[in-house]
């Protein structure tokens, strides 16, 4: 498949993702179950993710959305951009980071330190992909989907220059 100027080969499929975004979900209906947690879902990758997530979270929590920015094109700019912040007040609540994809840990670093002045009784991260290669900063990844290269993916919510956001499976980059 091609993208712009780069081409793309199928690397999870829809059926993968959706077996794992469960297990990932019962994990967390179990270890939150009298926690009351809010999701909190770093836009624009996780959108689809944190949709299918939330519907299989069966005990009660909240959902909320924020969006930053580390990306230029293909890697990561090292710089975290804050761009929409969260409005509910979440100090000495239970927190689950929603994200597409860890690589550098600079955007969960940010968060981490934001949800640390805002008083929270806990933080987690919940991500589809995890590239545990690239990984920068110290933050604990517990709940992740797949541990994957650090080739460039997208779909699934993921994107190259706006466009592949809504396949179903995730491609990586041929080389």
Do not use: C, W
Not at 29 to 34: E, G, L, M, T, V
Not at 59 to 84: C, P, R, W
Not at 88 to 97: G, L, M, W, Y
Request: charged residues 25%.
């Amino acid at each position: 498949m091609k993208i712009h100027d780069k081409t793309f080969e199928p690397f999870i499929s829809a059926t993968e993702i959706d077996k794992r975004i469960k297990e990932l979900a019962s994990e967390l209906n179990i270890d939150y179950q009298d926690k009351k947690p809010i999701f909190i879902a770093v836009l624009n990758g996780s959108f689809i993710f944190a949709a299918d997530l939330i519907r299989e979270i069966h005990i009660d929590s909240e959902i909320s959305f924020i969006k930053v920015a580390s990306y230029e094109a293909m890697q990561s700019t090292g710089n975290v951009k804050h761009l929409v912040g969260l409005q509910e007040n979440v100090f000495n609540r239970h927190i689950v980071i929603v994200e597409d994809i860890v690589d550098s840990g600079n955007t969960l670093k940010h968060i981490f330190d934001m949800m640390d002045r805002l008083g929270v009784a806990s933080v987690e991260v919940v991500s589809l992909l995890f590239k545990k290669e690239a990984l920068q900063q110290n933050i604990p990844i517990k709940y992740y989907g797949f541990d994957i290269p650090t080739k460039f993916v997208l779909g699934f919510g993921l994107d190259y220059y706006g466009l592949g956001r809504n396949l179903k499976d995730i491609y990586q980059l041929k080389e």
